[in-house]
């Protein structure tokens, strides 16, 4: 599933707006995948809701083989 990040809350956390949903959910992470949508944000000088996100629905966790890093540049 995908998603637009609305906030990064926790070191291991972020709001998500899925695709078709009204409502926020909180999906985890690593440390190092929020340290990266971060990174991402400010490099691009992003909007935290321009960020797309993939995540295991069953799990509510972000997907680990994406690389947000490489959206830094």
Same mark, same amino acid.
């Given at each position: 599933?995908?998603?637009?990040?609305?906030?990064? =809350?926790?070191?291991?956390?972020?709001?998500?707006?899925? &695709?078709?949903?009204?409502?926020?959910?909180?999906?985890?992470?690593?440390?190092?995948?929020?340290?990266?949508?971060?990174?991402?944000?400010e490099?691009?000088?992003?909007?935290?809701?321009?960020?797309? =996100? &993939?995540?295991n629905?069953?799990?509510?966790?972000?997907?680990?083989?994406?690389?947000?890093?490489?959206?830094?540049?």
């Amino acid at each position: 599933m995908y998603g637009f990040v609305c906030g990064i =809350v926790e070191e291991d956390q972020v709001l998500v707006k899925p &695709f078709w949903e009204e409502e926020t959910i909180t999906v985890w992470g690593t440390k190092e995948q929020i340290a990266e949508l971060r990174v991402a944000k400010e490099a691009q000088g992003l909007e935290e809701e321009l960020l797309i =996100v &993939f995540y295991n629905e069953e799990t509510m966790m972000l997907e680990e083989e994406e690389d947000y890093g490489a959206l830094a540049g």
